[in-house]
């Protein structure tokens, strides 16, 4: 079982930034695919930015965040990151981690076998 807590995230105004961290609970983290995900109010859960496993450089971002999202991982500190920079009041939204056995990265949130519980990102305008 691989238990993921998200923190960073916040109140910010439109244009500002915010890292959200995903610290994970395995010895094993650098085999996982990780990803994150975002729910706004009243929305269905969207694929946000995802990372294969290891180190390999394989990204892939929505749309709506390329450019002004970055994820990134740490597999010494067990740790993924999502730096948001340029927000805008459309990113509020809880956003969750996700970690796939598979290696490969993935925008189906079915294929993720761990989430965390979440944290809440909201952007005034």
């Known amino acids: 079982q691989v238990q993921l807590v998200e923190s960073g995230g916040g109140l910010v105004q439109a244009g500002g930034s915010l890292r959200l961290s995903c610290a994970a609970s395995?010895?094993?983290?650098?085999?996982?695919?990780m990803g994150w995900f975002r729910q706004a109010p009243g929305k269905e859960r969207e694929f946000v930015a995802a990372?294969?496993?290891?180190?390999?450089?394989?990204?892939s971002y929505a749309d709506s965040v390329k450019g002004r999202f970055t994820i990134s991982r740490d597999n010494a500190k067990n740790t993924v990151y999502l730096q948001m920079n340029s927000l805008k009041p459309e990113d509020t939204a809880v956003y969750y981690c996700?970690?796939?056995?598979?290696?490969?990265?993935?925008?189906?949130?079915?294929?993720?076998?761990?989430w965390g519980q979440g944290t809440q990102v909201t952007v005034s305008s």
């Open positions: 395995t010895r094993t983290f650098s085999t996982y695919a």
């Open positions: 990372i294969s496993s290891w180190s390999s450089g394989s990204l």
């Open positions: 996700a970690a796939g056995r598979s290696p490969n990265w993935s925008v189906v949130a079915e294929t993720y076998d761990y």
